[in-house]
């Protein structure tokens, strides 16, 4: 079977929602689960794929996990797995981060490389010099890495500057072996991103000896061991800003509930520079929209700047807006898939290198798209809200990567949006 969503346009969205946990805070956390033989409860779990990918490379170590509701239950105990296989890995290259808990539990890790994928070639470099700086002894064949380090792991200053900025994960691969490690370890140029600092605060509720975090010098004093803990996710900025601009390009006026202000700080600023009204109260947003949205230069950087992962949805929203927008991709240069599908759909964006130029236009029309990637297929999404008569999204299985429900959260405040499925053509 394959799904498809069919979208139809319905006017303004208008309601309240209210946000999942960060799946890209859940997906370290639960590797960090990998450095302690103690059971672990995390709590506020988004039920997306990646996670339910993520819970059976775990088990596949010998770590039982069970996954009730938005709790996950993970105990290790004396798990002897030290091998993140291919035929999961290459599924979501995000598992690269078990590399440095299981290396620093076990002294001996081997992970496949993850491959690359449509949004960037995903090197791994960082997280290889990093965990090198700590003492390990690192080994690239037949498609996997082999990181050992029998004597244990010492305290290093490392710098972990790569040619886009830092490294979300690379960092976070870096932190969780120091946690471990003999002495003290400074992470320069770490990543700042808010995922990154919910994965130290958990890993200082487990014990760890951590300050820095959410800056880009990280300290980290290693200590022998570490226990288990009950900690619950920090709210997803990337769904809450997709729901902020799915509003704005309906001209609605929507509250988004259990937020962090202060992670959505680039798009708030965004958003009001494209005529987009948003009112910041406690834990909460109100978006409102006009009957326009004026053009916006975006420049997608690491956090605290506008975030890569919020670049596609910005998109669509820049193709009904009025004037012309300029886009620049500075993480991933080559996350632009989606715009021959937005096009498709009659918007007028023509791309020059890692710079794509959005002219808006008054009408999207609805089109069978399909999604090539996660944030792509929230982008095709949002514009099938805008967009004349009826679209097809297919690809499904980015879109359930990332988002526990977009488009039941799109149905409550008004969208007109069905999930189908369909016999695939083997099935015909
Ligand atoms: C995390 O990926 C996120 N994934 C991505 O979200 C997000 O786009 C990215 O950070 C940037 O914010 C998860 O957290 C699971 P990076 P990560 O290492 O850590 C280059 C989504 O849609 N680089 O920060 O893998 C790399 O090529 C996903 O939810 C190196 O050069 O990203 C890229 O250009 C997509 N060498 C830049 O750094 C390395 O060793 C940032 O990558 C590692 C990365």
Redesign the pocket.
């Known amino acids: 079977m394959i799904s498809k969503l069919f979208i139809n346009r319905t006017g303004p969205l208008h309601g309240r929602v209210t946000v999942h946990g960060a799946?890209?805070a859940v997906?370290?956390i639960m590797a960090a689960c990998l450095l302690t033989e103690e059971r672990s409860i995390v709590e506020n779990v988004p039920r997306v794929s990646?996670v339910l990918l993520m819970a059976d490379i775990l088990r596949g170590l010998g770590v039982a996990v069970d996954l009730s509701g938005d709790v996950l239950t993970i105990t290790p105990g004396q798990y002897a797995g030290t091998v993140a296989p291919y035929e999961l890995v290459s599924r979501m290259?995000?598992s690269?981060?078990v590399l440095g808990p299981l290396l620093a539990k076990q002294r001996t890790a081997q992970v496949s490389i993850p491959g690359g994928c449509v949004?960037?070639?995903?090197?791994?470099?960082?997280?290889?010099k990093g965990l090198q700086r700590l003492g390990a002894t690192i080994a690239t064949e037949h498609g996997y890495v082999t990181a050992t380090a029998p004597q244990g792991l010492r305290g290093a200053q490392i710098h972990l500057a790569?040619?886009?900025?830092?490294?979300?994960?690379?960092t976070g691969n870096v932190m969780m072996a120091a946690t471990l490690a003999h002495g003290t370890t400074m992470i320069e140029h770490a990543?700042c991103?808010p995922?990154v600092s919910d994965l130290a605060n958990c890993l200082i509720a487990m014990g760890a000896r951590i300050d820095g975090h959410g800056s880009p010098l990280i300290r980290i004093e290693g200590v022998p061991q570490l226990h288990g803990v009950r900690y619950r996710i920090i709210p997803d900025r990337?769904e809450a800003g997709t729901l902020m601009i799915a509003t704005a390009m309906s001209h609605g006026d929507v509250w988004i509930d259990g937020v962090r202000i202060e992670h959505l700080a680039a798009v708030t600023d965004k958003l009001r520079e494209a005529n987009v009204r948003v009112e910041e109260l406690d834990s909460s947003v109100q978006v409102s929209a006009g009957s326009f949205t004026q053009a916006a230069d975006v420049v997608t950087l690491?956090f605290p700047g506008f975030?890569?992962?919020l670049q596609a949805q910005m998109m669509a929203l820049m193709t009904i807006s009025r004037g012309v927008s300029v886009l620049t991709e500075k993480?991933?240069p080559d996350r632009f898939m989606h715009v021959a599908e937005l096009n498709r759909m009659g918007a007028a964006i023509t791309r020059e290198g890692s710079t794509a130029i959005i002219k808006g236009v008054g009408r999207l029309s609805g089109a069978p798209v399909a999604a090539t990637?996660?944030?792509a297929s929230a982008a095709l999404i949002l514009a099938g809200l805008a967009a004349d008569n009826q679209t097809e999204v297919s690809g499904l299985d980015h879109l359930d990567r990332?988002y526990e429900n977009l488009e039941g959260q799109l149905t409550q405040l008004g969208a007109d949006i069905r999930r189908v499925r369909e016999p695939d053509e083997t099935e015909k």
Do not use: Q, W
Not at 119 to 128: E, S, T, W
Not at 162 to 170: A, E, I, N, R
């Open positions: 799946k890209n997906l370290p990646d290259r995000g690269i981060c949004i960037g070639a995903r090197p791994i470099d960082l997280h290889l790569g040619m886009f900025g830092s490294s979300v994960l690379g990543a991103e995922e990337i690491p975030p890569t992962d993480v991933y990637d996660l944030r990332g």
